[in-house]
């Protein structure tokens, strides 16, 4: 097979990024940095938001260059001293008049990045005019200007480091594709493509699989109520970790239900990574609870997953407007229990929840299904028979405190039960809809006047 390596502009020779790279099957870090860096290359919109996670903008003008395999000319002419080691990668931007240069460094499945490789990839940029060192790993980064591995300060002054997970890589692209940010369709029909490729477990990315490192940490100071900073490096990584651990919660309900699952977000934080980042830090220092929303297609309600740090406990439910045209609480009551098969195997009856949401200030009770299919009026109380339930909060939960505080089993724990309620209760609810209207006739009465009747027979 013929060598494509060419000289380039830049001081250096490389391959140009394939998004069909010819390498062999085992390779798959030179294949994974060709596909990425080709898809950047490829799709303008993919582009735009990668490169301003590394602080340069594009604009429509713009043009990426990349290569793969650098080797620097003056090294092969041995005017300064080689090493064995050479770039995965590197991306040229050329954007209006100024040109942002930046070496890759890539690994896959467990391959760690190194303090001592990196550091002599920042040297060598800075001696050959290069602008950044930008690595990709499955090491997590709350952002891309927080690495995860330590260097010198000194080596940072003049040339900027930067980190991409390939699981943030992925969210980004499926956010494009699922908010339709992306016009041509060919260009989408590459990112969908990419983003097979890279869920696919040979490709040496792998999911989300524990939080960060100051997670046990940060529980503990929950659970004592120490105060919380918004802007610390540990709040910053738990938020950072839980984004990504979203994607994973939706990545494992597609197969079972066979259709797009979405992290249902605000069109701000779709649109703003760095506002949805702040935003939830907030809300984790002020309640100390970790939230989001799943959204399952035709499922009768958003799925609710909420990790509280004080108690130490996750909950996974739903929400449901209970049925206007039912009078009676206990009637309301049976409505939604008679959804529920009666439990066979798995999940029983005792393990599921159900809280009564009345108007005003009255009292919420909780019961559990098995109380309530024996008796649907426990669920009232003396302060609050006097009124019916507007809506029915419905969930199981997991109150392993242990578990919940490693880094491994808290992300264990919310993969088990999420399905699990889903598969126990969210697919058997219904969502109440009023009647549609009846159509009316109008009728001459017996005093020659009209009168109405419905069309519906008693």
Known sequence: MANNIVSTPYGFKGEPARLIPSVADTDLEKRGVSILLSALSAVHEYQR?????????????????????VVFEDEMRGKTKSSNRRPDGAIVLHTGRKTWKALVEAKVNNASLEEEQLSEYLRRAREHGFDAVLTVSNDFAAM??????QVSGQL????????????????????LIESDGIEDEDQKYILREVVAYFDHERSGVKGFTQMNDEWKELVQKSHADVRLVKTSTEVVNTVASWHQEQRELCLKLWPLVRERVEV??????????KKRLAEDCSALCKDKRLTTEVVVPNAAAPIEITADLTRRDIQCGMSLKAPEDIKSSKARVNWLIRQLPKPDKGVQDEAIYVRANRPGRSAEAVCTVAQLRLDPAAIDTESNASSVPTSFDI???????????GKQTFIQEVESL???FYESVGQHLRAWMPKAPRVKKSVESDEGGEGEITSESD
Not at 144 to 149: K, Q
Not at 264 to 273: F, N, Q
């Open 49 to 69: 938001v990668m490169m301003e996670s590394l602080e340069r903008r594009v604009g429509a003008r713009a043009r990426l260059e990349a290569w793969t395999e």
């Open 144 to 149: 891309p200007d927080h690495h995860p591995v």
């Open 156 to 175: 940072t002054r003049s040339v900027k480091l930067f980190h991409w997970s390939w699981t943030y890589l992925l969210t980004q692209a499926e956010l």
């Open 264 to 273: 249902k977000l605000p069109r701000s934080h779709k649109r703003d990574p």
């Open 395 to 405: 969930w199981m939960k997991s109150d392993d405190g242990r578990r919940f505080a």
């Open 418 to 420: 999420v399905p699990e």
